[in-house]
């Protein structure tokens, strides 16, 4: 009977409709408006995140996405599609912003998503690219735990950054973790250099990963939002969700199974490193903790490596069964792309996925006593992205790494021992290390149990790079530790391997709904009390002796194993009284385990309450009345305008200069002809280390006396010789010499700073 016949009006089904997409969105927004909510109470302008967020949706995920539709061969699922499509969006802004810089017309780069998008709004084959149907949507459970992992982060990444870094210093005691103005520095050559230059020496060549530094100027072009808004607010939140969400999607390619994702964004962004103590020491480096505020680029090169994991994965060998879509003859596109973008992102991003590959082309050599093609050229490409990185990129630079076995380890055991101690504070240092910062790989343990150890093609490329990421940190060394960016490139094979094992184990226990509740409950309950535990009992260790840092952590290493064992002889008994734990006590331990460093985000932001930026790392001052100065410069100075100024130390130790000084490069983005020179790429690894002296004396001679000695002739060799336009005082370093104020132009004073122009 119909409705006109009835009387009654038909059942809508637009209502349920929308409740529906309500609901599959609803994740996401929670989450983006979690994120905007602490951005806006960091003091980020309303309408700068607006500007922002238009950027990101038309400027890289709207591109990025259409070209990894074009790419791949048939859908998976929405979120997929964004994800990787943000990061394929990341590659195509680069190459826009090499070819706009080149060019000296930066400032209509906003223009570059044109090329991708009218291709694909009048191509007939282009065009079925706007509108796609998905075979899968992704678990409402799966969708809410990422949500949950990337606004946890956020909540770690404003006390631990945001919270303590105005974006411009607001008084005259503010402390800064001493790389961040080297860092906005290069972004801001990028506004108008390609490539950049260091920008502390003008005109000396940036034999570095810059890449992740030039993305961050093209979004300052692009979306209008100024620079250190960017660095300091927008960018570093936006990476870490962006990696996040690709853990995920990425770990769901791989395995086929969802939660295997979302499990491995769990243990890269929201489990700690396995440390107890207070947060102000990093034994061994960290993972995510600190580094991904204090070095961007890490996170950057993640946002590449992940989807070039998937890429790869593919080429190597799909599992057996997986559901999930191939990617198709796209792989190698992608592989290709994300290789080339991932040489100049982080110089540890290659060379770990080239050990992978050879780690699985010589166990597929063993197993099988053939090489597959696939893999042999994979590896041919691997090895062309290092060859450009070492020669183009690096200039044969080493930048300080040389080869020095377990230098990071070194340092806890000490000297002076008998060779039956030396070898006893070894074992324990090395043990230390793997319950520090590999604690969360124990799930790559399980795997191999499981399998029998016969892992397929993609399972031993994930375990090449687990491994060769701290192989390679315990086999060289670099005087700035820079070898533990090793580690954290492993660290992405590592995590995705570990949720493998952990879904697999917990395929086999087959915990029922109820189970499930009770095992996610007693896990947030175990992370807990270890966190509170680590609060209110956790201290920092004396220096010494050399092996003093690492005795918390072994102790409490072998206080919680104590635990497990009584656990494991009182299981029988355990499961006589409840026969559902049968079979399932391996999946609890292994939980357990891996939730072992849950406290250590928690401590390293609560470490920042008490030493902020950087807890153990190095802090310089920063006071607003410098800032004034160089923004002052930046305002009213021409994009290639070269400064000059009497600030190169950031202290003077019994004579010798700390050449880490680069705010004003930083805050002016302009270039300066002679600023802190320690960074350098010439200068690292220098026995003298920050205090080696400038290798040009001609050159900062002339700087200096500009300001010491002023003469008309000596000012014109300034600016005809080396393009200076500006001179930037610190009157507490030294006033400027009086007659330099008949030779140059008094154009900005605030007390403490000076800008002069040359006439």
């Not at 607001?170 to 906005?184: H, K, N």
């Not at 029988?572 to 609890?588: I, K, S």
Request: contains cysteine.
């Amino acid at each position: 009977m119909t409705a006109l016949t009835t009387g009654r009006a038909a059942p809508s089904t637009v209502q349920p409709r929308r409740r529906r997409a309500a609901a599959r969105y609803a994740p996401v927004a929670a989450g983006s408006a979690l994120v905007a909510i602490v951005l806006l109470t960091t003091g980020t302008p309303a309408p700068d995140i607006a500007r922002w967020t238009a950027y990101a949706l038309l400027a890289v995920l709207l591109p990025g996405t259409l070209v990894y539709r074009a790419l791949r061969a048939r859908p998976h699922t929405l979120v997929e599609d964004l994800a990787m499509g943000g990061a394929v969006g990341l590659v195509l802004e680069l190459v826009a912003w090499a070819l706009f810089a080149a060019v000296g017309a930066p400032g209509w780069l906003r223009l570059w998503p044109l090329a991708v998008v009218l291709p694909f709004a009048t191509v007939p084959r282009l065009r079925r690219h706007w509108r796609v149907r998905f075979p899968t949507a992704a678990p409402s459970g799966w969708a809410w735990s990422l949500a949950a992992v990337v606004a946890g982060f956020t909540l770690y990444l404003n006390e631990s950054f945001l919270r303590v870094n105005p974006v411009l210093p607001t008084d005259e005691g503010q402390a800064q973790y001493i790389d961040l103005a080297f860092q906005l520095s290069i972004a801001g050559a990028a506004t108008h250099q390609m490539p950049p230059d260091v920008p502390q020496v003008a005109g000396e060549p940036l034999h570095y990963h810059w890449f992740g530094f030039a993305h961050l100027a093209a979004t300052s072009l692009v979306s209008g939002v100024d620079l250190p808004t960017v660095f300091f607010r927008l960018a570093v939140p936006a990476l870490c969700a962006l990696a996040a969400v690709l853990v995920a999607v990425v770990g769901w390619r791989i395995t086929g199974r969802p939660y295997a994702g979302v499990v491995a964004a769990a243990l890269m962004f929201t489990v700690g490193e396995f440390g107890f103590e207070n947060g102000y020491r990093q034994l061994f480096g960290s993972q995510a903790t600190f580094i991904v505020w204090g070095s961007p680029s890490m996170t950057y090169s993640w946002v590449l490596l992940l989807p070039l994991i998937a890429a790869l994965g593919e080429i190597v060998g799909r599992p057996r069964g997986v559901a999930v879509p191939p990617l198709g003859r796209g792989a190698w596109a992608l592989a290709l792309l994300f290789l080339a973008a991932s040489t100049g992102a982080k110089a540890s991003s290659v060379p770990v996925v080239l050990a992978a590959l050879a780690v699985t082309a010589v166990l597929l050599l063993a197993a099988r006593r053939r090489l597959p093609r696939a893999v042999l050229l994979a590896g041919g490409l691997a090895v062309a992205a290092q060859l450009f990185a070492t020669a183009v990129l690096f200039a044969f630079e080493s930048h300080g790494v040389t080869v020095d076995p377990f230098s990071g380890l070194r340092t806890y055991v000490g000297t002076g021992h008998s060779a039956g101690v030396t070898a006893l504070l070894w074992a324990a240092v090395v043990v230390a290390f793997l319950l520090n910062l590999q604690l969360r790989l124990a799930g790559v343990v399980a795997l191999l149990r499981l399998r029998r150890w016969r892992l397929e093609p993609v399972q031993l490329f994930l375990l090449g790079g687990a491994l060769a990421g701290p192989a390679t940190y315990l086999l060289v060394g670099h005087p700035g530790s820079s070898n533990q960016y090793f580690t954290r490139a492993g660290f992405a094979f590592g995590v995705l391997l570990s949720a493998w094992g952990w879904v697999e184990l917990a395929d086999r226990a087959a915990l029922p709904p109820r189970g499930r509740l009770l095992l996610g409950a007693g896990t947030a309950g175990f992370a807990v009390l270890l966190t509170a535990v680590q609060l209110s009992a956790a201290v920092t260790s004396p220096a010494t002796p050399a092996y003093a840092p690492v005795l918390p952590l072994l102790c409490w290493a072998a206080g919680l194993t104590l635990v497990a064992l009584l656990v494991a002889l009182c299981w029988p008994v355990l499961v006589g009284r409840w026969p559902a734990l049968a079979g399932r006590g391996t999946l609890l331990l292994l939980t357990a385990a891996l939730v072992a460093g849950a406290p250590g985000l928690v401590m390293d932001a609560a470490a920042a309450h008490h030493y902020p930026n950087g807890g153990a790392y190095a802090v310089v001052s920063m006071p607003a009345s410098r800032v004034e100065a160089a923004r002052w410069v930046r305002a009213h100075s021409a994009p290639d305008d070269v400064v000059a100024t009497n600030v190169h130390c950031r202290q003077v130790v019994n004579g010798w200069c700390d050449a880490r000084s680069f705010w004003l490069s930083g805050y002016a983005e302009r270039a300066v002809l002679v600023e802190g020179w320690a960074f350098a790429p010439r200068m690292v690894g220098l026995p003298e280390g920050p205090y080696a002296p400038f290798w040009d004396a001609g050159r900062l001679r002339a700087n200096d006396a500009a300001f010491t000695t002023p003469t008309a002739a000596g000012l014109a060799e300034l600016r005809d010789r080396y393009g200076v336009r500006w001179l930037v005082v610190d009157r507490e370093v030294a006033p400027e010499s009086p007659e330099l104020r008949s030779l140059a132009d008094l154009r900005f004073e605030n007390g403490r700073m000076a800008v002069y122009r040359l006439r």
